[in-house]
């Protein structure tokens, strides 16, 4: 089964100036950690919920401003917030109220809930619009792209993050989401990153899969908008990054970062309420050391650039088992001044958590002569890891494997023709993007088995050590709170690791294009171009040990709980008419049951295999007019066609 989308998308912009230009550097919002807001808005005249409202959130920290509608019960929700001051507008029943002195904070949700009069706005005019002057964009006269261009100068002299997938977000308008960096208001998941004039956007998610550390990157362009008809299947960001390169001279270096845990504050904990088991992560040491060599070949003729960067960091999760209290014994745990529940220390342990990444860059730069270049480049990130898959559970099952990050290689052939005024360029490539899980030892790799309700952190004493929370007992002559459950603790884990996934996204792709500058009534630059890209995306998921198990609580007349068992089917044959009759009377297999309403039967299987692939192809036409030195129209056209494929299990 395929699904067929086609696009037609023209447009005109245009674009004014005197001359190229370099405008001043422009203060954009960074890829901080944002917060969230969330609240209640009521009607004070009618004590109802204010369902329908318009929220809108507007700071000087904030590019635009955030706009929801409460939901059900008068809830709005705005997320992805970067931390400031705040003023809240609300729009209800023609009336206009504001709230200000609202705090967002790094990591935090804060809660303001705004009651509304609209019976004493009665009359009132509707509130004024709120205006938030944004950072001005860097732009490039003659075009209408907004957005950013970062060089190696740049990350070379301004603090930044390691990787180029770390400074984009020093684009004006750039935000973090849930999954990334997100641009103009889009989703970091509409974002397209093109590496070497290729695609490598992760095809399951639209994530960012390679990556490469700021010393091997020439320069990075961030297009937030108004791109032209040649840039396509994205309504975020561009992110086209260039390599370095050789050169006739050899150039290179040698660089290294090393954070020492010691110059790391500590970390505090946060702890977490109904439950006995917190952690904290303290940094041990963080390095990475690298060197990159780029020249010539054959002098003036072939050229090369070579990198290599490893990465690797080592931080220490410390696992504490805490009680609560109740020294007034009341049958209730004890508060401190803020509300939450206070704890006690009872035991402690620390878990290694490791991972390196080895980046590399390998470049060819050849010229056949002046006409007739090419380039041919590999590039990488592939990471290892023993990382903490959870901590409420079985201390000696708490780290697993995985593997992860990209291959990539890329061709690009350039040719001039008829003066220059004909260009015509072909870039093939191949992105590999993988990522897979594997327990930490064998004796994980059984069924899960997990209990999804709240139970006495003493009732796993067998897995944690019976001497190490013996503080944990409830009852006895040693409990210090009889009145309550010293060490709650909810959907504790005792084995297994649940999904297993093994994931391969691919991509082949092609693009060719033809550009003609011609002369008239001002001058023209046309460019029409073809792309092609056939994606996959591979994924192999199966439950540890083949199962998982699902305990529930007791009932209220002290039944016992239901235990769930989930496995992975395969459907194998529909039943017939006549077994659709009377269902009792089919005859199974092993590793066979009834399914879809007792109208199929399944075979159990061992794991869930998934091939899915689409292809896309696209054809565009674009004109970059200039009128007169200071006017520029550009026109395009661009056609796209995805046909995307179901999985095949």
């Known amino acids: 089964m395929n699904k067929l989308i086609q696009t037609v998308m023209a447009g005109a912009l245009l674009a004014g100036g005197a001359s190229l230009i370099e405008l001043p550097d422009a203060y954009a919002q960074g890829s901080a950690t944002v917060g969230t807001l969330r609240g209640v808005i009521r009607d004070k005249a009618s004590g109802e919920a204010a369902v329908g409202a318009t929220v809108v959130a507007t700071s000087p920290s904030l590019q635009g401003e955030q706009v929801v509608i409460t939901e059900d019960g008068g809830q709005y929700f ?7 001051l705040y003023v809240l507008t609300v729009y209800y029943n023609d009336a206009t109220f504001s709230r200000g002195n609202v705090v967002i904070q790094i990591g935090k949700e804060a809660v303001v809930n705004v009651t509304v009069d609209s019976g004493a706005a009665t009359g009132r005019p509707k509130g004024e ?26 990350t070379r002299n301004i603090p930044t993050s390691r990787t180029f997938g770390g400074v984009v977000g020093q684009a004006a308008g750039a935000q973090t989401d849930l999954y990334g960096i997100s641009f103009a208001g889009a989703t970091s998941a509409e974002n397209t990153y093109i590496v070497e004039g290729i695609n490598t956007t992760d095809t399951g998610f639209g994530g960012l899969s390679s990556n490469l550390p700021n010393e091997f990157i020439a320069e990075t362009e961030v297009i937030t908008g108004g791109y032209n008809a040649e840039f396509g299947r994205a309504t975020g960001g561009i992110v086209n990054v260039v390599t370095k390169q050789g050169s006739n001279e050899f150039r290179g270096s040698v660089f290294g970062y090393f954070q020492p845990g010691a110059l790391v504050s500590e970390a505090k904990i946060v702890q977490r309420e109904g439950g006995s088991i917190d952690s904290r992560t303290d940094l041990d040491y963080r390095y990475d050391f690298g060197a990159e060599l780029g020249g010539p070949i054959i002098k003036d003729k072939l050229w090369f650039h070579v990198g290599f960067n490893p990465s690797l960091s080592h931080s220490t999760t410390s696992r504490l088992v805490q009680t609560q209290v109740d020294k007034n014994s009341d049958g209730v745990p004890d508060l401190n001044d803020q509300g939450f529940t206070i704890h006690e220390p009872v035991t402690a342990s620390e878990i290694p958590r490791d991972f390196k990444t080895y980046f590399f ?30 901590l409420t559970r079985n201390p000696s099952q708490t780290r697993y494997k995985y593997k992860d990050g990209a291959y990539d290689i890329a061709g690009k052939w350039t040719s001039k023709f008829n003066q220059g005024k004909t260009q015509v360029d072909a870039v093939v490539g191949y992105h590999h993007g993988f990522t897979n899980d ?32 013996s503080k944990c007992q409830d009852g006895g002559p040693d409990d210090p709170y009889p009145m309550i459950r010293n060490c709650p603790v909810t959907a504790y884990t005792t084995q297994g690791l649940a999904l297993i996934e093994e994931k391969v996204n691919a991509r082949k792709s092609a693009a060719v294009s033809v550009t003609q500058r011609v002369k008239l009534a001002g001058y023209h630059v046309f460019k029409a171009g073809l792309d092609a890209e056939f994606a996959t995306y591979v994924n192999d998921v199966r439950y540890s040990g083949g199962a998982r198990y699902r305990r529930s609580a007791n009932t209220a007349t002290g039944a016992p709980g239901r235990w769930q068992l989930r496995e992975y089917f395969k459907y194998t044959r529909n039943l017939t008419d006549a077994e659709l009759m009377d269902p009792s009377s089919v005859t199974l297999q092993p590793g066979q049951s009834l399914c879809a309403n007792d109208q199929a039967v399944c075979q159990r299987a061992e794991r869930l295999q998934a091939d899915t692939t689409n292809r896309n192809i696209a054809a565009y036409l674009q004109d970059q007019w200039q009128i007169r030195p200071n006017f520029t129209l550009n026109l395009g056209l661009r056609y796209e066609q995805q046909v995307g494929y179901a999985a095949e299990t």
């Open 361 to 390: 860059t390998a470049k060819v730069n050849g010229a056949v002569n002046q006409n007739n270049q090419f380039q041919i480049s590999a590039f990488g990130n592939p990471r290892s890891a023993e990382d903490i898959f959870g």
């Open 78 to 84: 705005i997320t992805s917030l970067p931390p400031g």
């Open 438 to 469: 594997s327990p930490f030892s064998a004796d994980q790799d059984v069924p899960t088995v997990f209990y999804n309700y709240e139970r006495s952190l003493y009732d796993f004493a067998d897995l944690e050590g019976m001497g190490q929370i």
């Open 129 to 154: 619009v709120i205006e938030i002057s944004g950072s001005a964009p860097i732009v490039d006269q003659g075009s209408t792209k907004l957005g950013l261009t970062l060089t190696d100068d740049y």
